[in-house]
């Protein structure tokens, strides 16, 4: 950059009749100040992405932060499906009845690892449903007061951790902490994880009736005629099954499996592969449905590709995955949706981009940019990871609940931390540590509505993210309004590229947690 404190010489080596070429030349330049400056500093983009937990569920009680103590009696109290406050919260189990083995509590926030629950995060427990269209009812217009009566686990989704133990809250000590950050879209990690790679909505529009969802009048799922109070039972849906996926109008909205390899739907009989078998996959009552259609709407990746800056998604557990899902059609899967004996767990839904032609078998996109997570590792250790990485820890790293615990994911996760930090890139390097969905726990925040921002899509509820690195903040909570495509929108900025159509004005775009 040219500096009019050096013009002085200039004059004297160049001569008077290049100096206004000269200060013309420093007048129009860019000058990168302030944010522009900070952005420009930061070379390397880590963005990882754990599973299920809403802010409050793991937050609640982060010293200064937005937690459950500034929470309304009106979102602390927990509604039954006629509007009455429920008389106490109970849990269900998998039949959806009380479970004898938790307690019933008062009808407010409880904390999970304490008294007279007593279940510490080094233990399994129950995953609350977290589909698109009861996580809308949840919400409840902004008031966030169905939560236990749309569950099959009732009250459990009021309950929240003592983070201080965690490793993860010693970084966000450290670093900055966003606390009003929100996943994207409503409901799970399927459609959460298509957010975070485009901003966008998968479309099926030729989906069979199978897959769509049964809805009423006013829009929420059909409940059957039977479906009891939830302070007694768990509410019954008539379209609940895993292949009921898709909206009426063509729209793939919960957990759906990608058409090629790793896919929790086999191959065929007769086809490749590296397929899924188009005809879905079904044994006795557990049906898949069928696999959602190779998507071509836009991605990051695209946009990233087509300015020539190198990205990767590193899932973990993605080679054996690949290896597990090319196997015959009544083969044993011990990777794929298996969570004991050691598995990895490789969710198939949780690797967005296997669902775009654009990276199918075969393709150079596909070797290029679809990585394990061993590869993320020595990328790590090697000092050359791409100008963008996404990391998407394999299952039993990825906190999710009902197949792991929040421990071994909060050791994994502080573990990747302590290695990018010990990296050569660190010193130009951006990590933004968030979670996919809320996992259907309860949060007390409202996500944001209104133009540019609230679509049919989302934002849901408000999930913990920590923006970390020798650029951001120390010691700092930013209450900025952010949701998922912030990530998208901050990428965007930083690389000078077209912006996604699906990312919402409104936003931010992580830039004030930089110095």
């Keep these: 950059m040219w500096h009019f404190f050096g013009l002085r010489v200039v004059r004297a080596v160049v001569g008077t009749a290049l100096l206004g070429t000269l200060a013309s030349a420093c007048a129009t330049a860019p000058v990168a100040t302030g944010k522009s400056a900070a952005l420009q500093r930061i070379q390397t983009v880590v963005v990882i992405y754990a599973e299920n937990h809403s802010f409050d569920n793991l937050y609640g009680l982060f010293p200064g932060a937005n937690g459950i103590s500034q929470a309304t009696s009106t979102q602390k109290t927990q509604l039954d499906h006629n509007g009455e406050p429920l008389p106490e919260l109970l849990v269900f189990g998998r039949d959806g009845k009380p479970d004898a083995n938790y307690p019933r509590l008062p009808n407010a926030p409880f904390r999970i690892d304490a008294a007279p629950v007593n279940r510490p995060p080094t233990v399994i427990v129950p995953s609350p449903i977290h589909d698109f269209f009861y996580h809308q009812e949840q919400i409840n217009g902004g008031q966030n007061n169905k939560f236990a009566a749309m569950s099959n686990v009732g009250g459990w989704t009021m ?223 090697a000092g050359n990871l791409p100008a963008v990485s996404f990391y998407k820890p394999a299952g039993r790293d990825s906190q999710h609940p009902s197949y792991t615990d929040i421990m071994t994911g909060d050791t994994h996760l502080a573990d990747v931390l302590e290695k990018l930090r010990a990296s050569a890139q660190w010193k130009d390097m951006l990590v933004i540590l968030t979670y996919d969905e809320n996992g259907g726990y309860w949060d007390h925040v409202p996500p944001p509505q209104g133009p540019g921002w609230g679509d049919r899509w989302g934002p849901g509820s408000r999930v913990p993210a920590l923006l970390i690195g020798p650029h951001v903040k120390r010691g700092f909570i930013d209450s900025t309004s952010y949701d998922t495509t912030s990530i998208l929108k901050f990428i965007s900025k930083r690389f000078d590229l077209p912006a996604l159509p699906g990312v919402r004005a409104k936003a931010g775009d992580l830039t004030p947690a930089l110095n």
């Design 159 to 381: 309950g929240y951790y003592d983070g201080s133990r965690f490793k993860l809250w010693q970084w966000a000590r450290e670093y900055t902490l966003a606390d009003n950050f929100f996943q994207a879209a409503f409901g799970g990690s399927y459609l959460n994880h298509q957010w975070l790679v485009c901003a966008c909505t998968p479309a099926y529009a030729d989906a069979p009736a199978s897959m769509r969802v049964r809805l009423d009048a006013a829009g929420h799922l059909e409940k059957r005629a039977d479906s009891p109070s939830a302070a007694v039972a768990a509410v019954q849906i008539i379209s609940d099954s895993l292949g009921r996926s898709v909206t009426p109008d063509g729209w793939s909205v919960n957990t759906s499996q990608p058409p090629y390899q790793p896919s929790g739907i086999p191959p065929a009989p007769d086809g490749p592969a590296t397929y899924a078998n188009l005809q879905g996959f079904k044994i006795g009552s557990f049906d898949l449905g069928q696999p959602v259609p190779a998507q071509t709407s836009t991605t990051i990746g695209d946009t990233l590709s087509a300015k020539g800056v190198s990205w990767v998604w590193y899932a973990g557990g993605w080679n054996a995955a690949l290896a597990d899902g090319m196997q015959a059609p009544d083969a044993k899967r011990e990777v794929i949706y298996q969570s004991s004996g050691g598995s990895v767990n490789f969710q198939p839904h949780h690797q967005p981009f296997n669902y775009f032609a654009r990276f199918a078998p075969g393709t150079p996109d596909r070797a290029r940019h679809l990585k394990d997570g061993d590869d993320f590792m020595a990328a790590i250790a």
